[in-house]
């Protein structure tokens, strides 16, 4: 006679086994489900044998489980992809212009910006899913990326490209890497694209694929162009009143005037907000140690003083502040490096300067087993590229992550619907599937580059 406690364990078993995911119209995974344009299989799962897996016809294996009173049952495990694959049939490309609401945009070294030139990617596929990507370099003077080599990348690597299955993300980055090597904010876009097409045919967000949702929504911090102290001061303040709370100080100037900078805004701040002094690689390191030790009773972060990375390293143990860097983490190399040096406290993690989605949430992933903070963001862009950023910020678990951005409440102009939007200096991932957002077509206009 079979104990109780065993026979429910047993009854448990066989409703597993009689289970049929495709017949409930989902996959049943935590990954993927309700894939669109699937047919519904019900060829019932075959008869197990033995100890070896059986495969029915819809491509969903089944282990065998041996009971320990010698039943044998047979699992279906669920399939992570379709039936088939998709393939990329078309790509296309488009050019808008981002003016900035404030006018223009300045940081370290004298460099400004008025308007952003932004890139978006339109992925088509043999099934009639389509993704869609963003990428919008900070200029060609802040990293080496600049907004037409997006383009000639793109039209370079695209026919590559063209009967590849965009839902098969790992093999495709490896792919795209073969292709074209280095560039990664080429890349970036497509793999962002790509996420877009995956999420929607298992019917979830790209924040579900990429790890699942962490809280109802994310920080913001709001970057404040450099100007004078008092109009820095004047802008924190008028940030501070829309319910941001941490700030993005451009510095890297004249280090006495730095010093004003960040004690006339830090003045403005109250309890709980955070300050960030970031001189994106401005001061030579006698300007930045000046700095740091002048402001040492000033609650702030350091954040990439210098250009090198040996320059930072020197700067950071020597200061007591907090330390963030930036522009010298491209890559999971370098990130290694930095956490063995313990040279950073955050890190921030852009996707395009990553290559994408893909490789930025390896990054992120590898920090968040190490425990450094990070900021998760991008060069730039508009409504696409901030709807990617709230997805691998919301996925990145909540201690962990030290703040965000909406790039799109910098720009004037709006890209697609469904785009994340700030809420009292937060704002959150779309639930729909895929990015969760829909271009509007006639602001992108018509195409620049078309691969099919």
């Known amino acids: 006679m079979i104990p109780r406690g ?72 669920i399939a992570l992809r379709p039936e088939h694959e998709l393939k990329i049939t078309r790509i296309l490309a488009y050019r808008v212009d981002l003016p900035l609401r404030e006018g223009s945009y300045h940081w370290s070294g004298g460099k400004s910006v008025s308007v952003f030139d932004s890139t978006i990617v339109r992925i088509e596929t043999d099934e009639g899913l389509i993704g869609h990507g963003e990428g919008c370099p900070l200029g060609p003077f802040y990293l080496p990326a600049y907004a037409a080599g997006v383009r000639a990348g793109l039209a370079e690597l695209g026919p590559h490209l063209i009967g590849k299955d965009p839902t098969q993300i790992g093999p495709l980055s490896r792919f795209m890497d073969a292709a074209l090597k280095g560039h990664p904010y080429v890349k970036s876009p497509i793999d962002i694209a790509c996420w877009d097409i995956l999420g929607q045919s298992c019917g979830r967000s790209v924040c579900d694929l990429l790890g699942g949702r962490f809280g109802d929504d994310v920080p913001l911090y709001r970057a404040i162009s450099q100007q004078s102290p008092e109009e820095m001061a004047e ?13 993005q100080l451009k510095v890297g100037g004249d280090a006495d005037v730095d010093i004003r900078r960040i004690r006339a805004v830090a003045a403005k701040l109250t309890e709980g907000d955070r300050l960030v002094a970031d001189a994106n690689t401005g001061w030579l390191m006698h300007d930045a140690l000046r700095v740091v030790r002048a402001v040492a009773d ?20 020597q200061t007591n502040h907090p330390f963030v860097l930036d522009e010298v983490i491209d890559g999971v190399d370098s990130l290694l490096r930095a956490a063995g040096d313990r040279a950073m406290d955050v890190v921030n993690i852009k996707i395009s300067k990553f290559g994408g989605l893909t490789k930025a949430r390896l990054a992120r992933d590898l920090c968040a087993s190490l ?18 950023i709230a997805h691998l910020a919301h996925s990145t678990p909540t201690q962990l992550l030290f703040t965000t951005t909406d790039f799109n409440s910098y720009v004037t102009v709006s890209t697609a619907d469904g785009a994340p939007q700030r809420t009292d200096g937060r704002m959150a991932a779309s639930t729909a599937a895929g990015l969760g957002v829909r271009p509007r077509m006639e602001v992108l206009g018509k195409p620049v580059i078309d691969i099919h």
């Open 371 to 388: 425990g450094i903070a990070m900021t998760i963001e991008d060069t730039w862009g508009g409504d696409i590229t901030t709807a990617a």
């Open 235 to 247: 802008k924190v303040a008028g940030y501070h009143a829309e319910g941001y709370r941490r700030f």
């Open 298 to 317: 000033v609650d702030v972060y350091i954040e990439q003083p210098c250009a090198s990375y040996e320059e930072c390293l020197s700067i950071r143990r």
């Open 6 to 77: 065993r026979l429910r364990t047993l009854r448990s078993f066989r409703r597993a086994a009689k289970t049929d995911a495709h017949e409930q119209g989902r996959l049943g995974n935590r990954e993927c489900k309700n894939v669109p344009k699937r047919n519904a299989a019900t060829t019932p799962y075959p008869q197990a044998a033995g100890n070896q897996s059986a495969m029915s016809q819809t491509g969903i294996s089944q282990p065998i489980v041996r009971h320990p009173y010698n039943v044998i049952i047979s699992l279906p495990r």
